[in-house]
Each structure stands twice: as structure tokens, then as C-alpha cells.
């Protein structure tokens, strides 16, 4: 049986792999696409960590979540009675495994639309063949000129806390638990616990957070941090800061966590369930790099330049498993630009103006520097702020907490960063990264005009406030 020949093999289908072998397929090359994730009955599941155990599934429940607690403690104050009201769990968890499934048969059909060949199963190496590779696709063997790897990252398991996904629960275990928890910890108070916390919390689990670092959301300009830790805590989650986890037992009773607090004074944990999210490492497992001489770092990512190729001809990796922030959106625009690169153009990403999401409630969204980055750097900038509490849409949906922030240079007005904690966060941001592509000013912003009443206003008042001329506070 002869071997398939590809121009472009993508080893991954997850936003990075499928979105490259999709535009590798626009620009006119024969691609294939390997991925080995599994549905409850075995069959295809593409989207990667982020359609499956990620983004997607995180954000159904988050939804879920937000209902059940607005039904609970907000219907009232819009004139609406309901009493005993109830969560059936293992409802809500139906719907997001059904709200997974539309997008993996959703990006079935793209691959398929886009006549991209797909392989269900494992990917890897075999070996450099006549200029290009042999890759192990499922079952086969084929043969490619250029490959893309896009396999993503697993998360990082706490020394001596092994994941059961029972007691003891990555991203994944905590998206399938069938129950509410009494009392749940979570370690790490990154989005993943962040996200995770405020669901189960919603739906009534006493809900403690242990972080390492002594401050609370260190990636995140200081104001909106300390913001956040202030309405977290009003909502019921206990963060503590700056502890050393000394271990972690597991029991018929639930888990044990031991740890010193910031004062260095010894405490012990107890809870039903722990979710453990202390970021994640780059996935090589069974990509059989060795059999091509595929370069890791000591991180285990794989090593690639600006462009993300590897130190072999023609093999580039995207997303996850190479350097910069594991965000799907990078992955996406990485495969992307990787797969015009192929092609001969100029795919181009720019990491400055990649945006952050924390989709709690209120939702965090950020882009370019934060105040403290401003700072440490020596440069001059000036700064515009403006609450919710005093716009008109945020008054009637209910939702002032937060504020809009801008960062804008001294001297030259262009926009240095936008930090927004507050309602439908993860939208507004959008106008600060478009504005800051095109290095456009705070004034820039503040000249436009803003439909209202719309939450966005504010992000013009904020512009506006840079140059302390504010209308509306």
C-alpha cells in the first residue's frame, strides 16, 4: 500500500492545529490533520483541552452558574418571585457536554468543509525521509513536506498530589463533578481556579483558594487585582495568600491539605474535593521527538524562533507547546500566520496586543501593560479611570461593580494598556485591541462616538479621563 503524501501535516486539533490546517488548506496545499481526543463513545472529539476540559465547557457552566445565582439573589430586585429554586447538577453538566459536542462535530465539518484530511488517533514522528517527514497518524503511516505541531499543553500536577480525578481534580475532574461540594479547595488562584471556584461556589460550596505568590493576581495591574480580591471575598471565596503547601492526603472523608500561611503558622485544610490549578507544562508526550532530533527546552516546550520554526527544516509548532502565554486566541493566530508563512506571505502575530480574559464575575479583560510594568520600566505615562457605578446601561443590567482603566504615554498619547474588571469585560476589550493595532491615542478613543446607553461608554469616559476631562463622574 503506497503512502499518503501531504504538502502540510498538522499534529494537534486543537485552536492552534485546526485553525493552521484549515488556512493551510485555503492557500492550495493538500493538509492533513492528526488528533487523538475521544468522545464518551470513543469517537473523534478535535478542539483540544480548550473545546473538551477548557474554555468551552468553563464558560457552560460559568453561564449555568450565573443564572442559578442571579435566580437566587438578583430576580427579586427586578420584580420577579421565585421560590425553591434548584440546581439538578447533572443537568447542567449534561448541556455543557452537549454545548462541547456542537463544537467538535462543529469543527468536523470545517475540516471537512475545507477538504483538510483528518486521522483520529495519536500523532508523532517516525522519521526524515527524502527531504520531508514520515508521521504516525492513527494506525498509519504518511508522508509530509512540512509539519505543524499543535499538541498543546497538560496541567501541572502538584508534587506528591497526583490527579485522580476523583478527590483530586485537574481542570478536567473539576468540569465533571456530579454534586455540589460542601466544601472545596482549590490550589492556585490563576483563571483556572478563579473560574472553577466562582461556579461551584454559585451553586453553594464553601470555597477556599490557597495561592503561593504573597499577591493576589500577580499578571494583573495592581488596581483591578485589588479590586477583584475585594468583590471575590464580599462574594464568599476565602483566598489566602503567600502559603506553602506541606501535603496533601487523600481519605473516605474527602482531601487533606497542610500547609503554612503567610505568617508561617501550620494549618490544615479539610474538603470534599481539590482542585489543583498551578498552570500548565507544554505536551510532547508521545510525539517521538527523539526520532528526528525535534529541540525542547528545559521546560520541555518545544524551541522555536519569531516565526515559530523549529531547529528542523520545515517543522513548525504553534499554540501551547512553544514559548509565550497558552491563550487558544495566540494558538489560533500562530497557526495562522505559520500556515501563510508556509505558503510564502507574511503571517505576523503581535504578543503586545494579545488580550486576557477572566471570565468571573465581575469579568477581568486586559491588553498590553499593566500600571506596575509601566513603572518598573521608567515610562512616563498617564492614567484614566471610570466606574460603571456611574454608567447609565451598567445602573439598569444591575451590574456597577468595576471600572474601565486606561494607560496612555506622556508624552505621545498612544495607548499603552486598557484594564477593564466589570460587566461583559471580555467583549469591550476588543475596541482597546483594535485601537492599540492601529497605535491610536486615548484621544483617538475619546473623539468617537459611543452608542448609548452602552456599557462602552465607559471605555470612552475612561479615555477621556486621561486627560482629566471625564462627562459623565
Known sequence: MSTKNFDVVVIGGGPGGYIAAIRAAQLGFNTACIDEWKNDKGGPAPGG????????????????????????????????????????????????????KQNNDGILYLLKKNKVTFFHGRGSFVAAKDGGYEIKAGEEVIAAKHVIVATGSNARQLPGAAFDEENILSNDGAL??????????????GVIGLEMGSVWRRLGAEVTVLEGLPTFLAAV?????????KLFKKQGLNIELGVKISEVKTGKKGVSVAYANAKGEAQTLEVDKLIVSIGRVPNTIGLNVDAVGLKLDERGAIVVDEDCKTNLPNVWAVGDVVRGPMLAHKAEEEGV???????????????????????????????????????ADGVAYKAGQFPFLANGRARALGDTNGFVKFLADAKTDEILGVHIIGPMASELISEAVVAMEFKASAEDIARICHAHPSLSESTKEAALAVDKRTLNF
Open 49 to 100: 483541552t480548550c473545546t473538551n476540559v477548557g474554555c468551552i465547557p468553563s464558560k457552560a457552566l460559568l453561564q449555568s452558574s450565573e443564572h442559578f445565582e442571579h435566580a437566587n439573589h438578583h430576580f427579586a430586585d427586578h420584580g420577579i418571585t421565585a421560590d425553591n429554586i434548584q440546581m439538578d447538577v447533572a443537568k447542567m453538566v449534561a448541556r455543557k457536554d452537549a454545548v462541547v
Open 176 to 189: 465533571r463533578l456530579g454534586a455540589v461540594p460542601k466544601k472545596l479547595g482549590v490550589i492556585g488562584s
Open 221 to 229: 495591574d495592581e488596581g483591578v487585582a485589588k479590586e477583584a480580591a
Open 337 to 375: 500566520a505559520v500556515a501563510e508563512r508556509i505558503a510564502g506571505q507574511h503571517g505576523h502575530v503581535n504578543f503586545n496586543t494579545i488580550p486576557w480574559v477572566i471570565y468571573t464575575s465581575p469579568e477581568i479583560a486586559w491588553v498590553g501593560r499593566t500600571e506596575q510594568q509601566l513603572k
